[in-house]
T-cell receptor, first 111, second 116 residues
Framework: KNQVEQSPQSLIILEGKNCTLQ??????????LRWYKQDTGRGPVSLTI?????NTKSNGRYTATLDADTKQSSLHITASQLSDSASYIC??????????FGPGTRLSVLP | DTEVTQTPKHLVMGMTNKKSLKCEQH?????MYWYKQKAKKPPELMFV???????INESVPSRFSPECPNSSLLNLHLHALQPEDSALYLC???????????????FGEGSWLTVV
């Protein structure tokens, strides 16, 4: 069964610190993987997309990595800000009909 | 900024009411989706429309009735809902719902539904 797992389930960090979120998937075939940020009560917003041939991609303070061999992705947030408090969802497109969602990581950034 | 627009942003309805959620996109996408999201959970797929035809219905109760009037619009008609149907309803679109290497899903801001 195609699955996406994320860890940790929740994370609390202090403002200005860095953190890394993990996404492991068993989706096959694999087409692309996207990280979304979802503020409470709002729709998910795309942060970055990774395709099979890409290893690293940055978007400001967000850097995503992908290891297609081990089927793992990470999202690194640098110099966290209070506004980074949100849920981060990993979504994998299986090149067919399915967007497979991870359960999300809830990040809280404290002052 | 999202390019998928949902209205209304908030809706409170009684269990005997009939209401509709509306969604619009102008990206030329041919696949549109309805998702239901409860607090602290990922979105759950309800319906998929592909080229304006319903292609996936994830065993959703008939009190939810989707409609796709044209390639840019998607509605969700609500009737005789239950309090447990209260949730954030997300509309989304993607280029297609079939094989496409770069296919990506874009979400609207969501409609908060409360059933009283």
């Amino acid at each position: 069964k195609n699955q996406v797992e994320q860890s940790p389930q929740s994370l609390i960090i202090l403002e200005g610190k860095n953190c890394t979120l993990q996404c492991n998937y068993t989706v096959s075939p694999f087409s692309n993987l996207r990280w979304y940020k979802q503020d409470t009560g709002r729709g998910p917003v795309s942060l970055t997309i990774m395709t099979f041939s890409e290893n690293t991609k940055s978007n400001g303070r967000y850097t995503a990595t992908l290891d297609a061999d081990t089927k793992q992705s990470s999202l690194h947030i640098t110099a966290s800000q209070l506004s980074d408090s949100a849920s981060y969802i990993c979504v994998v497109w299986d090149y067919g009909q399915n967007f497979v969602f991870g359960p999300g990581t809830r990040l809280s950034v404290l002052p | 900024d999202t390019e998928v627009t949902q209205t209304p942003k908030h809706l409170v309805m009684g269990m005997t009411n009939k209401k509709s959620l509306k969604c619009e996109q102008h990206m030329g996408h041919r696949a549109m989706y309805w998702y239901k999201q409860k607090a602290k959970k990922p979105p759950e797929l309800m319906f998929v429309y592909s080229y304006e035809k319903l292609s996936i219905n994830e065993s959703v109760p008939s009190r939810f009735s989707p409609e796709c009037p044209n390639s840019s619009l998607l509605n969700l008609h609500l009737h005789a809902l239950q309090p447990e149907d209260s949730a954030l309803y997300l509309c989304a679109s993607s280029q297609v719902s079939g094989p496409l290497a770069g296919n990506t899903i874009y979400f609207g801001e969501g409609s908060w539904l409360t059933v009283v």
